[in-house]
C-alpha cells in the first residue's frame, strides 16, 4: 500500500529515537546489574525490550506503507556515571521521545493516517507510564536519599 | 555523565581539561579524541566546552559582526 511520504518520514523519526532508547536504557540497566542493582536492571532491561517491540511496530508500518525503515540512523546516547544521573537521563530521553511521538500523531491525524495514529496512541500510552516511574524515582531519590533508595534496589 | 562514547570522555573531564588550558574542540580532539570516531558528541562537547569556558574569569565570550553574521568567539588571556 503507497503510504504518504510525510508520514513515512514521521514514522522514521519516531524510528531512530526508539533505537537509540533501546541502547542508552539497555547499557544503563546492565551498568545496574553490574554493580549489583538488580531491581533497576530489571525494570530500565524491561524497558529497553519494550523500545525494541515498538521498534518493530514501527518497522513493520513503514514497510507496509511502502517506505524504507532508517535503521542505520541512531541519536546520540546520553549515559551516566552514576545512578541517579543515570536515571535523570533516561527521564530526559523519555521526555524527548514523547515530544517526538505527540509530533508524529499530529502529522498521521493531518494527513488522515489513522491506523498509524493508533499505533502511535498505544505507544504514547506505554511511554507516559515510563516516565512517570522514572519521575517517581527521581522524587524518591529526592525525598529519602539516595543510600537508602538504592538500599531498596539490591 | 560520558559526553563521548567512543573514547569515553565525561564532562569531568573535560572540565578539568579546561582549567588545564584546553579552550578549543581541537584542543580536546588532540587530547582525548573526542569527536574522531563517529562525531555524534561534538555538539554536546561544544556545549560543555562553553560552559566551562564561560565559568572561567580569564575567558571574555565576545561577539563579533561579520558578513556571514555575528560570530562568538571565547578569547583567553
Known amino acids: 500500500m503507497r503510504g504518504n511520504s510525510t508520514v513515512i518520514a514521521a514514522l522514521n523519526k519516531v524510528l531512530t529515537r526508539k533505537l537509540t532508547a533501546i541502547n542508552q536504557y539497555f547499557l544503563h540497566a546492565r551498568m545496574f546489574k553490574n554493580w549489583g542493582f538488580a531491581e533497576l536492571n530489571d525494570h530500565i532491561y524491561k524497558a529497553s525490550i519494550k523500545e525494541m517491540k515498538h521498534a518493530d511496530e514501527v518497522i513493520e508500518r513503514i514497510l507496509l506503507l511502502d517506505g524504507l525503515p532508517n535503521l542505520q540512523e541512531l541519536s546520540k546516547l546520553y549515559i551516566g556515571e552514576e545512578p541517579h544521573e543515570m536515571l535523570k537521563l533516561d527521564d530526559k530521553l523519555q521526555s524527548e521521545d514523547i515530544r517526538y511521538i505527540r509530533d508524529a500523531i499530529s502529522v498521521c491525524e493531518a494527513e488522515k493516517d489513522f491506523v498509524s495514529r493508533q499505533m502511535l496512541a498505544d505507544i504514547l500510552e506505554q511511554q507516559e507510564n515510563h516516565q512517570d516511574w522514572l519521575d517517581t524515582q527521581c522524587s524518591l531519590i529526592d525525598t529519602i536519599g539516595i543510600e537508602n533508595y538504592l538500599q531498596r534496589q539490591l | ?77
Do not use: N
Not at chain 2, 560552559?51 to 559582526?65: G, I, M, N, S, T
Open chain 2, 1 to 77: 555523565m560520558y559526553v563521548c562514547l567512543c573514547k569515553g570522555v565525561t564532562d569531568k573531564q573535560i572540565r578539568k581539561a579546561v582549567d588545564e588550558g584546553a579552550r578549543s574542540i581541537r584542543d580536546l580532539r588532540q587530547q582525548f579524541g573526542v569527536g574522531s570516531q563517529c562525531g555524534k558528541c561534538t555538539c554536546c562537547a561544544r556545549d560543555v566546552l562553553h560552559e566551562a569556558l564561560h565559568a572561567r574569569a580569564d575567558v571574555v565570550h565576545v561577539y563579533v559582526p561579520s558578513p556571514q553574521g555575528t560570530l562568538e568567539v571565547d578569547i583567553a588571556y
